[in-house]
């Protein structure tokens, strides 16, 4: 998703990242599957690596992860851990952007 954002072809290849979305999500909806967490029942540093993952996405595309329960509920259990959670809500917290001034995609 990165090397899309900051090429000179993100127009381009757009339509065809938001074609091939679905796909993926699906297969980790179904790694996830009915664990708490993507290696089980403890938190991992992956865990950490996902949740930027589908926060980016959702910056891109707000809607992606709806469809995709397990996907969203592991969202939220990430966001609502205490320390996770007093970190979003303090004034240290900085939502975006998640791209520089030299991506292409400019949100």
């Not at 998703?1 to 381009?12: I, L, T, V």
Request: glycine share 4%; hydrophobic share 45%; with cysteine.
């Amino acid at each position: 998703m990165d090397s899309m954002c900051y090429g000179p072809q993100f127009e381009a290849l757009l339509p065809q990242f938001i074609k091939d979305l679905p796909t993926k999500l699906k297969l980790f909806e179904a790694f996830l599957g009915d664990r708490v967490w993507l290696a089980g029942d403890k938190m991992t540093f992956v865990d950490f690596v996902m949740y930027e993952l589908m926060d980016q996405h959702k910056v891109l595309l707000p809607d992606c992860l709806s469809g995709y329960p397990k996907l969203q509920a592991f969202q939220k259990r990430f966001e609502n851990l205490p320390a996770i959670k007093a970190y979003m809500n303090s004034d240290k917290f900085i939502k975006g952007p998640v791209y520089n001034k030299m991506a292409s995609f400019k949100k």
